[in-house]
């Protein structure tokens, strides 16, 4: 499959006012081992190397990282078995609406920074910068909550009195070189991991990604699988479906916001309260298990397949389906083996994740009396958040790097243009400057050390996921402009603005073949996006105001809010000063774009049949090219179409 822009790069703006508003082309990249710049200057720009297949396994695996099984027993905790199903659910359809809307904006403008470049020319550049920070600063912190979820991981000890309780054929089930080794030292050995497997050629860490993230969809379906099992062998209990029944249910019967230790001081809410309040705040725990979908838009600038396939459109509907399939599975089939009262699922704390024990998954064996597999399966919770810490640190590297890239996203001093411009450059297409600076602030791992460690950590995967939700709002509104600025280019609006003929009005037009990546219903799913952040932003730390109020919780849920309305203020009145004549959005819209799109799909493609299966469509799509059913043509288009949604 071919994909070409139509547009002539050599396009020079017809007006005084487009001079003003059209930027550098400065989103470029090599396709190969050279450079735009002299081999006397400095290298600034990124390789296209990395695969189709790198690019759909670097998103799983960003994504399942400690988040699904460390939080997913406290989800079970709140809302029940069904409840937490019905979150993963609510909370997956947020995340898939606003990530198509960052894919269309992408897959047709594969621009550098893609979460911050495109609220900078739609909204305003003083909100896109603002967001460019806060998205670098959520991946370091994630980086960073991750290696220090890890530390809580090998502290992995059962209680002796759990295990007698149900019955276990072992008198305990830990892990002692994890409960007599200082944390600092996993810290330190597991950001060395990080730092080095980021340095390494992009190609190479692509394909290293492709293998972890192999290896993670493999052990997810396989603990599906082995629930599963659990369940149907009726070994402990005789009913299947034992924890949706009496005395237990499909939701829990209350919510308790605060315990004093069963006291009068307790605050429980009952009904339909308590129900509501137990949904809700079960949902906003699943969201930090749901975080990083957005990296394969990170990729855009290093994917060499990006012009020839639809590699962002296809990996932003695998990622989709596999994630809210196989979270809401997994949640669904250890909900049948453990139940929500499960004395190491009880966890009411407002920001707080702690080890292996406490993991819905190992409790699940261990109340079925397997031994070794929690064993492993915890091994498994050490190796999969290394892997996500990895691709947060590639992220936040190419975010900073981005940033890099704009010169009015820095102070205008000579040692802040001197940090800039060293932040720019690359070696062999990585940016190793970046890499190391955002690798410095995973140091925050080391709050480990401190005896409030499992909040350390929840208050941290907080701030990463307030980050993240306001960052999706912001690109949906950037959406809702875009979409609207497409839709005038197509009916030939601003063919004179933007120097536009009608022959290439097509190419804008999302009802066309060619268009790139057309979700149908797009704008409405963008309003369904931006309305759910919104109100998960405003209430996800509701528990916090409950007096006596938790000082350091509250700081944790509404501290990323303050900081993005500080950094939108700072640049507004950077840019416009502070008068109020000068007020006004500073938004370039399409102007420039030209460099690097619209990417479309060639005519060719529907013109001519497929070289492996003889149907003509593109890919992703099953065409049969034989009008009878079984025939070799179309076991191939079959075959074709199963193996592109599995790669």
């Not at 790198?54 to 069904?82: C, D, E, Q, R, W």
């Not at 838009?297 to 809210?324: C, G, M, P, Q, W």
């Not at 060293?422 to 709050?447: D, K």
């Not at 999706?472 to 509104?477: R, S, T």
Request: glycine share 8%; with cysteine.
């Amino acid at each position: 499959m071919t994909f070409y822009s139509p547009h002539d790069l050599s396009y020079a703006p017809n007006s005084e006012a487009e001079k003003v508003n059209t930027p550098p082309p400065v989103f470029q990249v090599e396709s190969s081992g050279s450079s735009e710049h002299s081999s006397d200057g400095p290298q600034t720009e990124l390789r296209q190397t990395l695969k189709e297949r790198h690019v759909n396994m670097i998103g799983f695996s960003t994504v399942l990282g400690v988040g699904l099984f460390l939080s997913g027993g406290k989800a079970i905790y709140m809302a029940g078995p069904g409840g937490a199903v019905l979150a993963y659910l609510l909370a997956g359809t947020i995340m898939w609406s606003a990530m198509g809307c960052v894919g269309e904006m992408t897959a047709l403008f594969p621009v550098k920074g893609p979460v911050f470049e495109f609220p900078r020319r739609f909204i305003d550049e003083s909100v896109g910068l603002a967001i460019g920070w806060l998205s670098w600063f959520s991946w370091c912190i994630t980086m960073a909550a991750e290696i220090l979820a890890i530390t809580e991981i090998f502290k992995f000890a059962f209680k002796t009195e759990y295990l007698q309780d149900i019955k276990y054929p072992a008198q305990s089930v830990e892990w002692r070189v994890g409960m007599s080794t200082s944390p600092a030292i996993w810290v330190g050995i597991f950001l060395l991991l990080v730092l080095l497997a980021n340095l390494l050629p992009v190609h190479i860490y692509g394909q290293m990604e492709y293998v972890f993230g192999c290896i993670k969809i493999t052990v997810l379906v396989a603990i599906i699988v082995f629930n599963t099992t659990l369940n149907a062998r009726h070994r402990i209990h005789q009913a299947r479906f034992w924890t949706y029944q009496e005395p237990l249910g499909f939701s829990t019967k209350n919510f308790t916001v605060r315990s004093d230790g069963g006291s009068a001081q307790d605050i429980v809410y009952t009904g339909a309260a308590g129900g509501l309040a137990a949904f809700w705040t079960a949902t906003t725990t699943t969201l930090f298990s749901l975080m990083g979908w957005e990296i394969i838009y990170f990729t855009a600038a290093e994917n060499k397949d990006l012009r020839k396939s639809e590699s962002l459109k296809l990996a932003t509907r695998k990622i989709t389906l596999r994630v809210i399939l196989l979270y809401a599975l997994a949640a669904f089939t250890v909900g049948l083996n453990v139940p929500y009262d499960d004395k190491n699922l009880a966890d009411i704390t407002i920001h707080g994740i702690t080890g292996g024990q406490n993991s819905v998954f190992v409790i699940a064996a261990v109340r079925e009396h397997v031994k070794l597999v929690p064993h492993l399966l915890n091994a498994f919770f050490v190796f999969s958040p290394c892997s996500t810490a990895i691709n947060n640190l590639y992220a936040a590297s190419r975010t900073l790097h981005a940033l890099a890239s704009h010169r009015d996203a820095w102070p205008q001093w000579p040692p802040f243009e001197s940090i800039r411009a060293r932040l720019e450059t690359t070696r062999n297409g990585v940016p190793m400057n970046a890499v190391f600076t955002s690798w410095l602030i995973g140091f925050l791992a080391f709050l480990s050390i401190n005896s409030a460690q499992a909040e350390n950590l929840g208050r941290m995967t907080t701030v990463a996921v307030v980050c993240t939700l306001i960052i999706f709002a912001v690109n949906c509104i950037a959406y809702l402009q875009f979409y609207r600025q497409i839709n005038a280019v197509a009916k030939g609006k601003l063919d004179d603005e933007l120097n536009i003929t009608p022959e290439m009005r097509s190419v804008y037009k999302r009802a066309s073949h060619q268009y790139p990546y057309r979700s149908h219903l797009q704008w409405i799913r963008a309003a369904y996006a931006l309305t759910g952040c919104t109100l998960l932003i405003i209430f996800q730390g509701w528990r916090t105001l409950v007096p006596p109020t938790q000082g350091k919780d509250f700081i944790a849920s509404y501290i990323p809010i303050v900081l993005f309305l500080l950094l939108t203020l700072g640049y507004f009145v950077k840019d416009r000063g502070f008068s109020p004549r000068n007020w006004g959005f500073l938004a370039v819209k399409l102007h420039g774009l030209e460099a690097v799109g619209p990417i479309v799909v060639s005519a060719n493609v529907l013109a001519e049949p497929c070289a492996f299966c003889g149907a003509k469509h593109r890919r992703g799509h099953l065409r049969f090219p034989d009008k009878a059913m079984f025939t070799l043509g179309n076991f191939r288009a079959l075959m074709e179409w199963i193996w592109v949604w599995l790669k």
